[in-house]
């Protein structure tokens, strides 16, 4: 799964639910887009309330996807980057100045061997980061951040800062960090059991 180019194929929205958006170029009208298919789960038995609710919850995700994909576009593009380019420097610079293996970072971005060492070689190029011999492990080596990719990772990630602090207050903030976080971890949990079967 490689991605270098910050242009993502258009995707067409018409009825039913449709894959989940990737496109920076797709409109949504949310409130016509609450009104397409009942997404709950079958087993799901809830009031007329609660089902209305988790509708929009997930009308709302899925034009969140595709305004992410939007910004992410943009943002790549002006960094000069492909859009994976730019998630690995994001990616490195949330870990706080710990460093990573290709391995590790290929898990992270589910990229083939011979696709991280391509995204390496473009960033390295680029100057936004560096190959480390690993003091752990004399066959492998680490990657880190310059102070050229973190910059480009803080410049992507304000834009992110400045959506969220516009749209959340601050008294709000933990309890929706809270729930992205248990989503994030129920996604999780369904993938694990989804590839175990």
């Known amino acids: 799964m490689t991605d270098t180019s910050p242009a993502l194929p258009a995707l067409t929205v018409t009825t039913g639910l449709p894959p989940a958006p990737v496109s920076p170029d797709v409109e949504i009208d949310l ?33 969140l996807q595709v305004r992410h994909a939007r910004v992410l576009a943009h943002e790549s593009a002006a960094q000069g980057l492909g859009i994976t380019d730019t998630r690995f420097l994001v990616h490195l610079a949330a870990s706080e100045g710990q460093a990573t293996t290709p391995k590790q970072a290929g898990d992270v971005l589910e990229l083939s061997t011979g696709a991280m060492t391509s995204l390496l070689d473009r960033l390295e190029r680029h100057g936004h980061l ?20 973190a910059a480009v990772a803080r410049a992507v990630s304000a834009a992110y800062a400045s959506a969220f602090s516009e749209a959340v207050p601050a008294t709000e903030r933990n309890g929706v960090a809270a729930a992205l976080e248990d989503i994030g971890a129920a996604l999780d949990r369904r993938h694990r059991a989804a590839t175990a079967r």
């Open 31 to 63: 409130e016509s887009d609450l009104a397409i298919g009942d997404p709950a789960p079958a087993h799901r038995v809830g009031t007329a309330a609660d089902d209305a609710g988790l509708a929009r919850m997930i009308a709302a995700f899925r034009v």
């Open 130 to 149: 560096e190959r480390r011999p690993n003091p752990g492990d004399r066959r492998s080596i680490l990657v880190h951040l310059t102070p050229s990719g």
